[in-house]
């Protein structure tokens, strides 16, 4: 069970709590108002990586021929009864690129040195930096990786409008979408974003997005889209609490299924049972 959103917000609080003490050189009027809460543009929980393309093999991804392999087997499994190849199905959270499709409301908060992207969804806090440091030479990796952004001002109106982000240090397993896409086991992926309001509607978000991955023959981009949730002046943030499927056990990188009696059973046909030779 994954439940921090409490963690969360205590640290959000916190970092808060610092940025005030260079509130005055901190002129919000520079920045694109992007407050309240804000759901993805379409789509749903299960919704596709590339918006423009039809799910699964129909998303046309770019992937080497290796990993391609890995796609496909990861679908078939899942078709024959297997655990399938969607990582959030057993609790790990969807991490960066995925967790900008906001499946779940996305709340974004903008202050001088870090602009945070908080998401009700495994009540993940992602920070990107804009205080103009660079990456180190070691990134840990996490879901949400190292993120460094820059303001634009892209207008010449003397006020920023556009965040370009790069993120490195990404933390496996994690897919595009919920049908399995997979990037390499490396970690070397690099996400870079360009996100930025809509110039007729303020109230629609859209983030360019493009993925370098070594999975993947050639950079692969899409542009997910947000709007924000005027009818809700006042919004909601709720507990998310993640549940693995209990039906489902996982001994090594087998899984097994429980009868209704309790017992352990093949996932998959012709199956073998785990080791027991530690058992008598």
Known sequence: ??????????????????????????????????????????????????????????????????????????????????LGPDPTARCFPAGVPRVMMATRPMEIVITPNITYFMREEFSMLRQVYTDGRRFPDYVEPTFPGTSIGQWQDTGGNNRFDTLLVETRGLKGPHTYDASGIPFHQDGEAVVTEKISADKSDPDILHDEIMVTDHALTRPWTVTRGYRRDQRNAQPQWPDFVCKDDPTRVQIGRESYRLSPEGLLMPALGGQKPPDLKYFK
Do not use: H
């Not at 379409?42 to 392999?69: H, K, N």
């Open 1 to 82: 069970m994954c439940d921090r959103r409490l963690a969360g917000t205590f640290a959000l609080v916190a970092a808060l709590s610092i940025s005030v003490i260079g509130a005055q050189a901190f002129d919000q009027t520079r920045y694109p108002n992007w407050k309240g809460q804000w759901l993805q543009a379409g789509g749903s929980v299960d919704s596709r990586w590339d918006p423009l393309r039809p799910p699964g093999a129909g998303q046309q991804a770019p992937l080497t021929p290796e990993y391609q392999a890995i796609f496909e087997a990861g679908i078939k499994s899942a078709a024959e009864g297997g």
